[in-house]
């Protein structure tokens, strides 16, 4: 297995369009996590599923955003009318099962022009 | 105040020199991650321990469940070790991860 990957590693986009980012965690991960970190700050929780399940959403994840895992394996986080405070790195996570370790994808760097 | 809180913010060192970071805690935990953070942004999982000590090579990480507290240590300290490490910790009650903001390492050659 090639851990958790994520698509596209970067994404440049004007104020208001829509972009969509993909995670592929480990196979047979039924744990999966999206975070955000912007510079200099530690990463912050959006929302996480287990299997095709959300189970949490941060109050970071305003209406503009959704996040689905349709099949319980990729999942996908779609930002709506992106803004320039959107402007940060999307870090995916997976685990097998609840509280054991997380293992992070390369993220995904959004600037919002 | 962040539940999770690192010190120091920003080390720079000279190579081989014994290197500690810290982590304080407010919250109950299951269990405490250190990771590392390269300047390209990739995270690594370094340890999860939910006591005493564990050891990986010249890496040390140690926690103090009562006192909240937890170290990550390296010895022999080396330039490719420069990189930012967080502290980070599941929440008992679900498995939302709380992230502290990192400590930014530079070891010097």
């Known amino acids: 297995d090639t851990g958790v990957s994520q698509d596209p590693r970067h994404k440049i986009t004007k104020r208001g369009q829509n972009v969509t980012f993909r995670c592929d965690p480990i196979?047979?991960?039924?744990?999966l996590y999206w975070y955000r970190q912007t510079l200099g700050q530690g990463p912050e929780f959006l929302t996480y599923?287990?299997?095709?399940?959300?189970?949490?959403k941060s109050r970071l994840l305003s209406d503009r955003f959704s996040a689905e895992r349709p099949k319980g394996s990729f999942s996908t986080l779609e930002i709506q009318r992106t803004e320039q405070g959107d402007s940060a790195m999307y870090l995916c996570?997976?685990?097998?099962?609840?509280?054991?370790?997380?293992?992070f994808g390369p993220g995904t760097r959004l600037l919002v022009l | 105040k962040n539940e999770v809180e690192q010190s120091p913010q920003n080390l720079t060192a000279q190579e081989g020199e014994f290197i500690t970071i810290n982590c304080s805690y407010s919250v109950g935990i299951s269990a405490l991650h250190w990771l590392q953070q390269h300047p390209g942004g990739g995270i690594v999982s370094l340890f999860m321990l939910s006591s005493g000590k564990k050891k990986h090579g010249r890496l040390i990480a140690t926690i103090n469940i009562q006192e909240k507290h937890s170290s990550l240590h390296i010895t022999a300290s080396h330039p490719r070790d420069s990189a930012v490490y967080i502290c980070a910790a599941p929440m008992n009650r679900d498995d939302k991860i709380i992230f502290g903001k990192g400590t930014r390492l530079h070891i010097l050659p």
């Open positions: 599923f287990q299997n095709e399940a959300q189970l949490e």
């Open positions: 996570a997976s685990s097998f099962r609840p509280r054991e370790t997380q293992y």
């Open positions: 196979s047979e991960h039924n744990r």
